[in-house]
């Protein structure tokens, strides 16, 4: 029988729901990592028991976790219980927590500045990994996203991280800046119809696509508008939240920007505004049902200013012509006194036959509709503030 | 032997449990020796309390002996003679925050 594993990074810790297919009756475990910032964890599609969590801290910077079994282990790749904790020349295996930015002749960037908050330009610093995307062949291979923006890639299974240069030497990183939440890649999607093929996305820059496996990148904000720069259709400024398809049609991207939910159709070539019947287009989150490629959900948010949904109620809006027209989904949700925010990776969507949508709120609750957005229900609803929710189908 | 004493998150990074760590460090101990020799022992706490790079101390640290701050001394200073007989451990101190 079917079953679901639901991860879930907070900024406590980690936990691990899971379920059979009806996903009414749920197990908890965690925290795992308990105190530390989970960002991101994500499972990897070749091999599902392999889940790669980003545990990361103000304090005491990036670590990398990898389990092999579904997540109830986990090690730091490169530093395998009961093998040598030094390699050649007595260097500690340390590595997988090692995110250094490539400035090598060939194949580095030189690592300039970008624009800070007061428009000053500002050194390139790593932060912290905000996402981890696996390879959907290769159970080896994975990139991060990270703070301040690159993307890195590990073949090794998670031990080793080596930037992709060419997207921070697309030669607009000084126009780059942060958003409030920092200078972060948060999104990585990768084309499962054409492996070379990677779009990312970065707040405040917009959106990249490579189709050359990540040596070169371009950007794909053609059509975004955005007000709060000075430019507003510029070609990089762009405070993108989220971006998801669908992997039956790779080339229509859905896009929640700080403001406006947008679509391409075209792989990101130009995008229109498909906000239509929306309360209110701000918001972070974005996602497509798994077996209706012109399904798309988001939950609005008030505004910039005000990151919690209107008048109290907690509503995903659900889109069932690929945007324009939307229809309000609160059965099961908080209709009164809500005010949690709902971050850019916190939702999620399984691919049993009747789609399984998720989100998680920054007050800790993690709601799950096993019927497409119709009904919902609490799954758990006293974490910590949730930052990301990804799910496994599994057979 | 050379005793350093580990924020929780640390121990727990590294399954150290609730004690003490207990190293060797050949010569007269510093910091930049001392904590060579915990990533040694404990390679995934590598980057954690220094940047990979630079190897600075990372900003909301703190190191601590004998009643005094060392944080802000050379990393290749001697650390005191209570430190390096085992008699007073050395401190490594998150900063502490709200939440």
Redesign the interface.
């Known amino acids: 029988m079917s079953k679901v594993r639901v991860l879930v990074g907070t900024r406590k810790g980690a936990f691990i729901l899971t379920s059979d297919g009806k996903r009414q009756n749920w197990d908890v475990s965690g925290p795992h990592f308990a105190g530390w910032e989970i960002y991101h964890m994500k499972g990897s599609t070749a091999d599902p028991n392999r889940i790669f969590a980003s545990q990361t801290s103000g304090w005491f910077g990036q670590v990398i976790q990898r389990s092999d079994d579904g997540g109830n282990t986990w090690i730091q790749p490169g530093t395998p219980p009961g093998e040598p904790t030094t390699g050649p020349g007595g260097m500690p295996k340390g590595e997988s927590n090692k995110f250094v930015y490539d400035v090598s002749k060939e194949s580095g960037k030189p690592l300039t500045t970008h624009q800070f908050y007061d428009g000053t330009q500002h050194p390139w610093e790593f932060k912290r990994v905000w996402h981890l995307e696996p390879s959907l062949t290769d159970p080896e291979t994975v990139y991060a996203g990270v703070e301040d923006a690159a993307i890195f890639r590990s073949t090794d299974g998670g031990k080793s991280w080596h930037e992709l240069a060419g997207l921070r030497g697309h030669g607009t990183g000084p126009r780059w800046q942060p958003g409030a939440g920092g200078l972060c890649l948060h999104t990585i999607i990768i084309d499962p119809k054409n492996p070379k093929r990677i779009f990312i996305a970065i707040s405040a820059a917009g959106a990249f696509r490579t189709d050359d496996g990540g040596t070169t990148w371009r950007p794909i904000n053609k059509g975004l508008y955005s007000k709060y720069i000075p430019e507003p259709t510029a070609e990089v400024g762009h405070c993108v939240h989220r971006i998801a398809l669908h992997p039956s049609r790779p080339d229509v991207l859905f896009m929640q920007k700080h403001w406006d939910v947008m679509r391409t159709d075209n792989a990101g070539d130009s995008w229109q505004k498909i906000s239509g019947n929306l309360p209110t287009d701000f918001g972070f989150v974005i996602d497509v049902n798994a077996n209706e490629p012109d399904t798309v959900y988001v939950v609005p948010i008030k505004s910039d200013g005000e990151h919690f949904p209107l008048d109290g109620k907690l509503r995903v809006y659900r889109s069932k012509s690929g945007g324009n027209e939307w229809e309000e989904l609160g059965k099961g949700l908080p209709q009164r006194d809500c005010y949690v925010n709902v971050l850019r990776d916190a939702m999620a969507v399984d691919s049993l036959d009747k789609s399984g949508i998720y989100f998680g709120t920054t007050g800790g609750q993690v709601y799950v509709s096993p019927d497409g957005g119709d009904n919902w229900a609490p799954i758990v609803r006293d974490l910590p503030a949730v930052l990301s929710v990804e799910v496994q189908t599994l057979a | 032997m050379i005793r350093v004493i580990l924020?929780?998150?640390?121990r727990?990074?590294a399954h150290i449990g609730s004690g003490e760590v207990e190293l060797e460090v050949a010569g007269q101990p510093t910091q930049r020796s001392v904590l060579d020799a915990l990533?040694?022992?404990?390679?995934?706490?590598?980057?954690?309390?220094r940047?990979?790079?630079t190897q600075q101390r990372?900003p909301?640290?703190r190191f601590f002996a004998c009643g005094e701050d060392l944080s802000h001394e050379q990393p290749d200073a001697p650390l005191p003679d209570a430190i390096a007989s085992g008699v007073e451990p050395l401190l490594i101190l998150?900063?502490i925050a709200g939440?």
């Open positions: 924020p929780p998150h640390l727990g990074l990533e040694a022992r404990y390679p995934m706490l590598s980057g954690t309390i940047d990979h790079v990372r909301f640290l998150g900063a939440g």
